[in-house]
């Protein structure tokens, strides 16, 4: 069955960076997109990124834009999103997710705290 | 960028209708998709394509479409039921997504 899995969460100072992961299973990742959308404590989903398939178009929200970056390895059926320049208010915990044949798969998150 | 509008807040009776609605300009160019989100766990999908029930999701839970406005139907609300319910515009895994703000669902 479809599996994502994200790792890299934790505790970073404001300013630092911290690379997130997300390890695909069950389906043909090279097939398609996937999406980082997050959720700072007690607020609701916020979309985050989303890069295609191939690698070819990437989207970023305005509020990581320039700070964020997306790639992916379909060799390794991985994606990774580089957080740089990371802010108080980047703190909540991150999802991967994908939409495959319309249904849309999560993973079970990992939290990214910045703090002083 | 668009925005989807969801009402904070509902408040229902066990055994009654709950109707949660979402509004914005990307429908119905693109699909609504409903989520569940109960607390420290991820998003649980009820609705796809703005009608259609993954497997295993109850009948109770429906959506339904109409122009700008995409709506989440709990018929026969349960305690459980009780939880955030979020909206989605999305057309493919390769383009933005955008999420509702979220409706806090009470079951009194």
């Known amino acids: 069955q479809v599996q994502l899995v994200e790792s890299g969460g934790g505790e970073v100072q404001p300013g630092r960076s911290l690379r997130l992961s997300c390890a695909a299973s069950?389906?043909?990742?090279?097939?398609?997109?996937i999406h980082w959308v997050r959720q700072a404590p007690g607020k609701g989903l916020e979309w985050v990124a989303v890069?295609?398939?191939?690698?070819?178009?990437?989207f970023y929200a305005d509020s990581v834009k320039g700070r964020f970056t997306v790639s992916r390895d379909n060799s390794e059926n991985t994606v990774h999103l580089q957080m740089n320049t990371l802010r108080l208010e980047d703190t909540a915990v991150y999802y991967c997710?994908?939409?495959?044949?319309?249904?849309?798969?999560w993973g079970q998150g990992t939290p990214v705290t910045v703090s002083s | 960028s668009y925005e989807l509008t969801q009402p904070p807040s509902v408040s229902v009776s066990p055994g009654q209708t709950a109707r949660i609605t979402c509004s914005g300009d990307?429908?119905?160019?693109?699909?609504g998709y409903w989520f569940q989100q109960k607390p420290g766990r991820a998003p649980f999908l009820l609705i796809f394509?703005?009608?259609e029930r993954p497997s295993g999701i109850p009948e109770r839970f429906s959506g339904s479409s109409s122009g700008a406005t995409v709506t989440l139907t709990i018929s026969a609300v349960q305690a459980e039921d009780e939880a955030v319910y979020y909206c989605?515009?999305?057309?493919?895994?390769?383009?933005?997504?955008?999420f509702g703000g979220g409706t806090k669902l009470t079951v009194l």
């Open positions: 890069i295609s398939y191939n690698g070819n178009n990437i």
């Open positions: 394509k703005d009608i």
């Open positions: 989605l515009s999305a057309d493919n895994s390769n383009t933005p997504w955008v």
């Open positions: 990307t429908f119905p160019k693109k699909y």
């Open positions: 997710a994908s939409l495959i044949q319309m249904l849309t798969f």
């Open positions: 069950g389906f043909i990742f090279s097939s398609y997109g």
